[in-house]
């Protein structure tokens, strides 16, 4: 039975030290951009939530994706609000869910793995603006009628 616990502690610390290195190559922007899809995106933001509070998560990974932009020659795909949001939504999630892994959590929290999850706070022209891009903004207010639908 301790070779058992013994087998599952070191796979786990294994598991540890890779998300540990990814991490690292984000923050120094060695990460492939090319291996960086959105999802992955998510997983190393639910990631690093568990290792920082949020103001320090939101510096490292902000800092990260700038770095990874740059890498790639297009400075310009930052997008600060949407780095932000996502992050505040991954955080306030996996804090309401209490220590699930991320598997779990994943299951749990399928819309946040597709980028246009955010359209249930922002409206396409805010998120589509400049100010949005380069400083994080709080949604909009929305007027909603009697019917459900959305005035503004």
């Known amino acids: 039975m301790k070779n058992a616990e013994a087998s599952i502690e070191t796979h786990a610390s294994q598991g540890e030290a890779a998300i540990a290195d990814e991490l690292l190559a984000l923050e120094t922007g060695t990460l492939d951009?090319?291996?960086f899809p959105h999802p992955e995106h998510v997983r190393l933001g639910y990631e690093m939530l568990a290792r920082y509070q949020f103001g320090e998560a939101v510096t490292r990974f902000s800092h990260g994706l700038r770095l990874l932009a740059a890498k790639n020659s297009q400075p310009e795909i930052y997008h600060e609000t949407m780095t932000v949001a996502f992050l505040a939504l991954i955080g306030e999630r996996r804090a309401a869910a209490k220590h699930v892994g991320w598997q779990?959590?994943?299951?749990?929290?399928?819309?946040?793995?597709?980028?246009?999850?955010?359209?249930?706070?922002?409206?396409?022209?805010?998120?589509?603006?400049?100010?949005?891009?380069?400083?994080?903004?709080?949604?909009?207010?929305?007027?909603?009628?009697?019917?459900?639908r959305v005035l503004i």
């Open 33 to 35: 951009p090319a291996m």
């Open 104 to 148: 779990e959590f994943k299951t749990n929290n399928s819309d946040l793995l597709d980028k246009r999850c955010l359209k249930h706070w922002y409206d396409a022209e805010q998120l589509g603006s400049d100010l949005a891009r380069q400083t994080f903004c709080l949604p909009r207010p929305r007027v909603v009628n009697s019917i459900g």
